[in-house]
């Protein structure tokens, strides 16, 4: 016979410990507060909105704290930033010991672990959450979410089995944050290109498994809403709307005795760089091709931005800064195409043109010029403006003019092609 003492007790110790977690949260909460004292901002408003009805909710016998909790997770989430996501986290962790069948608590937890760089953990409560929905249709976001992150996982071990040989850390990697990841990545694959050479079967197989392990970690950052409406593209995209285009760069500066505005608009393609202006007579009106490099944590911050151009290209690393500026920089309805991750840093990236002894302060202008014609699908690429050349650093310049075919000093043009 059961001891009906014995149950009761047990379901005293089991909301003792359902308060304690509560408590627990409240004080997570608390903490976060006092951090963030004298930080203003509509997000850390509704966050604090959202503290205090949890708050309010475990003064109140009828209320059910539960809910009120997941929303001050989900309002850490959107706060953003270490503290938030670090609040979000321990609020997910109690959670889902609350209620260890709510998917909502699941989500949560992986989300958190997804925004603070935790992939491989944050699989598992995505796996967690899917296994509780009972239309997977409902929660297509963490489906897609985790499909990104198996395939990432697929890269590494596929990789990893290319060259058994060389005592390859990439099966180490596999659970380790993109952040330690990606970079570890980078180093194996120019490890094995300078060993075997750019030409062996498996190391092509192993730049195209990198290519596609950066675009997975880096792509979901161009999400369409913060694009305002333009097209995400690669490397693919850019040589499609590329092939069999005559193309030209100009330089910012009007130069005297350069080609006139007419025959720079004759071109099928005209690209220019960083901040510049256009003249009709001078230098031309069309803009089909803009390229701005971000230097530092500080985002480049030029009214070129605002001028309409077909395609975008955005260079800049590492990718946390690179994806901060292009949300913020991106100006709604003014390019219709944008440059995704990997085309961030063509000159550096392995699975690119891979050539990493160039200087980090490399001008915009050489790294277009030189992605154009490493892509090369252009029967006519010129350099209008630049001089013999100028705007180029003394390396740069010997290396237009190494690989020119033609330069008329008269109109200061210079022929790739």
């Given at each position: 016979m059961t001891n009906p003492?014995?149950?009761?007790?047990?379901?005293?110790?089991?909301?003792?410990a359902r308060l304690e977690?509560?408590?627990?949260?409240m004080r997570l909460c608390g903490e976060y507060l006092a951090a963030q004292s004298e930080t203003s901002s509509p997000r850390h408003a509704r966050l604090t909105r959202a503290i205090g009805t949890f708050a309010t909710s475990l003064d109140t016998p009828s209320a059910d704290p539960f809910d009120s909790l997941l929303k001050v997770g989900e309002r850490a989430l959107e706060a953003g930033g270490d503290s938030g996501l670090a609040l979000a986290l321990g609020v997910a962790e109690t959670s889902t010991r609350i209620r260890q069948r709510s998917r909502g608590a699941w989500r949560l937890h992986g989300l958190a672990l997804d925004g603070l760089?935790?992939?491989?953990?944050?699989?598992?409560?995505?796996?967690?959450?899917?296994?509780?929905?009972?239309?997977?249709?409902?929660?297509?976001?963490?489906?897609?979410?985790?499909?990104?992150?198996?395939?990432?996982?697929?890269c590494l071990e596929e990789a990893d089995a290319l060259f058994p040989r060389a005592g390859s850390p990439l099966r180490d990697l596999l659970g380790q944050p993109s952040a330690v990841a990606a970079p570890e990545f980078a180093a194996f694959v120019q490890a094995r290109v300078a060993e075997h050479g750019a030409g062996d079967p498996a190391v092509r197989r192993l730049l195209r498994l990198y290519g596609t392990y950066r675009r997975l970690v880096e792509r979901p950052a161009l999400s369409d809403p913060l694009l305002g409406g333009s097209t995400p593209i690669g490397v693919g995209g850019l040589r499609g709307l590329l092939e069999g285009r005559t193309v030209c760069l100009v330089s910012g500066a009007d130069a005297a005795g350069s080609a006139s505005g007419a025959?720079?608009?004759?071109?099928?393609?005209?690209?220019?760089?960083?901040?510049?202006?256009?003249?009709?007579?001078?230098?031309?009106?069309?803009?089909?091709?803009?390229?701005?490099?971000?230097?530092g944590e500080t985002p480049w911050d030029g009214p070129a931005w605002t001028q309409p151009a077909g395609i975008r290209l955005v260079f800049g690393?590492?990718?946390?800064?690179?994806?901060?500026?292009?949300?913020?920089?991106?100006?709604?309805g003014a390019q219709e195409h944008i440059g995704d991750a990997s085309l961030r840093a063509p000159l550096t990236d392995p699975a690119l043109i891979g050539e990493g002894d160039w200087e980090p302060a490399t001008t915009t202008a050489f790294t277009v010029l030189r992605l154009l014609d490493f892509?090369?699908?252009?029967?006519?690429?010129?350099?209008?403006?630049?001089g013999l050349p100028g705007r180029l650093r003394p390396r740069e310049a010997e290396w237009v003019m190494d690989h020119a075919t033609h330069a008329d000093n008269s109109k200061m043009r210079i022929a790739l092609r």
């Open positions: 003492l014995a149950g009761l007790f047990k379901a005293r110790q089991k909301e003792a977690l509560f408590a627990r949260s760089g935790r992939e491989a953990e944050a699989l598992e409560c995505y796996e967690r959450h899917l296994t509780l929905v009972q239309d997977s249709g409902a929660a297509k976001e963490v489906v897609r979410r985790i499909d990104t992150l198996r395939r990432q996982r697929a025959e720079i608009d004759g071109y099928d393609l005209v690209a220019r760089c960083d901040s510049f202006g256009v003249r009709v007579e001078g230098t031309g009106e069309r803009t089909d091709l803009h390229a701005v490099s971000l230097r690393s590492p990718a946390a800064p690179w994806r901060r500026a292009t949300r913020q920089r991106l100006v709604p892509l090369d699908v252009s029967p006519r690429l010129d350099l209008i403006g630049f």
